[in-house]
């Protein structure tokens, strides 16, 4: 045999197969499509790979992560696969899995709990900080994760009631002219949070609270002047904040509150990138004791798996054009 070429043979033991393997072997397709070198052969518990010695190497490793997040989990999605294996090509090290604790049930049933590294570092901020700051391309799961949190602390009497603002760039209109009463104006802007909540909450009770005024919505510009106690605050899509905007909001804080800033510095839609209120919060505030500051990146996406490409393709074009 060339010697450029290894055979190695990878046990999987006392591990959920279909679990490891994925619908339709969807998980073992990714590792084919990572690593096109080599040749991959499922066989029950086992695994044969021909080729490459160093991405053998580099297989081994991600395979024996996956059994181990089996073995802890009991599944394995898709977008954990994705991470393990965009974390090892990127030279990050496989983080150990961890026990990803559930945050609450939506109203289907489903779990919402961490799926990702970056996520499993967010939900730990989130608990153990006032303020955090959640930044982060699409799809990385920010908003929902603030959300659920905010629902749970509600649902537990942690809190008294939810705000949610977002920054309102129009396009060329003003709230002032559009129709209907305030929250029919800037639902619009906040239509992400209200499907994170509608997924947490019954429509039945999220209209009561709504109408309770105990989950509010509100234009960021509305937020002056206020102090608010007892609350859970998230301000979306931070990044479109200016530096007033964000100054003014985060002397809104009030006594047993929390706050979730959460935001893409690729996609400022201000006329100067350079006046985000986000950006400048967080190098200005980055090691202020009680203040977290959490990057996830596309390894943390858990939306389709061609957002991941998507926005891997559009940093390195914006890379180039620097």
């Known amino acids: 045999m060339d010697k450029s070429v290894a055979e190695s043979e990878i046990l999987l033991e006392g591990v959920d197969l279909l679990s490891f393997y994925g619908v339709g072997n969807e998980n073992l397709e990714l590792l084919r499509n990572a690593w096109p070198s080599v040749k991959l052969v499922a066989r029950g518990s086992s695994i044969k790979a021909q080729g490459d010695p160093a991405a053998i190497a580099q297989l081994e490793m991600i395979i024996q992560a996956m059994v181990q997040e089996v073995r802890r989990h009991g599944r394995l999605p898709s977008e954990r696969v994705r991470e393990i294996v965009g974390r090892l090509q990127s030279g990050e090290s496989i983080p150990a899995p961890e026990k990803r604790h559930s945050i609450l049930r939506t109203v289907s049933g489903q779990n919402v709990a961490p799926r990702t590294e970056g996520q499993r570092l967010l939900a730990q901020a989130i608990e153990t900080h006032d303020i955090t700051f959640a930044i982060g391309p699409a799809g990385t799961g920010k ?123 690729s996609q400022i839609d201000l006329p100067r990138p350079e006046a985000s209120g986000l950006l400048h919060a967080v190098n200005l505030l980055s090691g202020v004791p009680g203040i977290a500051i959490v990057r996830l990146n596309e390894t943390d996406i858990v939306r389709h798996p061609l957002v991941s490409e998507i926005v891997r393709l559009y940093e390195a074009d914006a890379q180039r054009n620097r």
């Open 143 to 265: 908003t929902y994760m603030a959300v659920a949190f905010a629902v749970k602390a509600l649902k537990e009497k942690q809190i008294r009631k939810i705000v949610l603002t977002r920054p309102a760039v129009e396009a060329g209109e003003s709230l002032g002219f559009l129709p209907g009463d305030l929250k029919e104006k800037i639902a619009p802007y906040l239509r992400p949070l209200y499907d994170s909540l509608e997924e947490m909450l019954s429509s039945e009770k999220l209209q009561q609270l709504l109408e309770q005024n105990v989950i509010e919505i509100a234009p960021l510009a509305y937020m002056r002047g206020r102090t608010l106690n007892d609350a859970f605050i998230i301000l979306d899509e931070a990044q479109n904040a200016t530096r007033l905007q964000m100054k003014m909001f985060l002397t809104r804080f009030g006594h047993h509150s929390k706050i979730v800033i959460t935001g893409d510095l």
